[in-house]
């Protein structure tokens, strides 16, 4: 079974295009992983400040792992963040 996680961010008005920068920047890191199965974003298109993010990792511990890397911590975290409205994140495993 895969552990998935659906985050769904919001931007703050004006700031998608950081928003864009920083997943642009994420997925091809995220998806050298060793735990990271698939990572793709998706934005809406009646709202672009809406984003959505389906991940799938290994494991749980694939994902604490994605959380823990430099990568996450300077363009997530660092960058992200700041620029988000509201963030929700679910998990789901794999059936």
């Known amino acids: ?9 919001k931007a703050k008005p004006g ?3 950081r928003i864009r920068e920083v ?4 997925t091809p890191l995220s998806l050298a992983e060793p735990g990271c199965l698939f990572y793709q974003a ?3 298109p009646r709202d672009p ?5 389906y991940e799938q990792y290994v494991d ?20 992200a963040f700041a620029s988000l409205e509201s963030r929700d994140v679910v998990t789901y ?3």
């Open 23 to 26: 997943i642009a920047v994420m």
């Open 49 to 53: 400040r809406t984003f959505v993010l």
């Open 15 to 17: 700031e998608e295009a």
């Open 60 to 79: 749980q511990k694939g994902y604490d792992d994605h959380r823990a890397t430099a990568h996450f911590q300077e363009h997530v975290v660092g960058r």
């Open 1 to 9: 079974m895969a552990f998935v996680v659906l985050a769904t961010w």
């Open 93 to 95: 495993e794999t059936i």
């Open 42 to 44: 998706q934005v809406s």
